[in-house]
């Protein structure tokens, strides 16, 4: 049977109550049940607004805090960049699919990694540690290969879209922008 979405409540003084166990949590406590991915909503106590998306992001913001960041500046520049921009739907989708992809791609060698040397969670730890340091590189050159790949598609996809939407509007003038030579009236031969 399956259990419905556990519900935690935040209250004005910040606790977050566990409707399920009626025990106030921390936000350890939730990093702890996304990590055994069950499933939660967040809501304001007061409002019964979702604050799900906020509470992940200040998870996200102690974890980057807190040890190795995952995300250099520069990515997180780029990403505030998109915000506002007519492409933020799409980076999110695109986002979004390749972390699904990538998440695949570890449990389907972690799969594989326990079908070869069974429950030993130890054992598989370790040596999942020793393949990631020899194999490292490779996976990073692979992943670099795959980002260079995902990048081409992404501008590609891009110019598809404004060429597109430079036919749409071929009778339009648009200041800033002259008209492509094959639209352009011919000009009289004197």
Known sequence: MVEPTRLIKKYPNRRLYD??????ITLTDVKELVLKHEEFRVVDAKTGD?????????????E??????????????QMIRFYGN??????????????????DMQKKLQDQ????????????KDLWA??????????QSMM??????????FHQMQENIQEQTRKMFI?????????PEADRPAEKKK
């Not at 670099?144 to 598609?153: C, D, I, L, P």
Request: proline residues 4%.
């Open 144 to 153: 670099g290969t795959y980002v260079e790949q995902s990048q081409k598609m």
């Open 130 to 139: 020793q393949f990631l340091n020899f194999q490292g590189p490779a996976m």
């Open 50 to 62: 979702d604050l799900t998306r906020s509470i992940l992001l200040q998870i996200i913001l102690e």
């Open 19 to 24: 409707t399920r166990t009626s025990t106030y």
């Open 171 to 179: 009778g339009f003038p648009i200041p800033g922008h002259a008209a």
């Open 64 to 77: 980057e805090a807190g040890g190795a960041p995952m995300f250099t500046s520069d990515l997180l520049a």
């Open 113 to 124: 990694a326990k079908h070869l040397y069974g429950d030993n969670a130890n054992m598989s």
């Open 86 to 103: 007519a492409m933020q739907g799409m980076m999110g989708q695109y986002l979004e699919n390749n972390v699904t992809a990538f998440a």
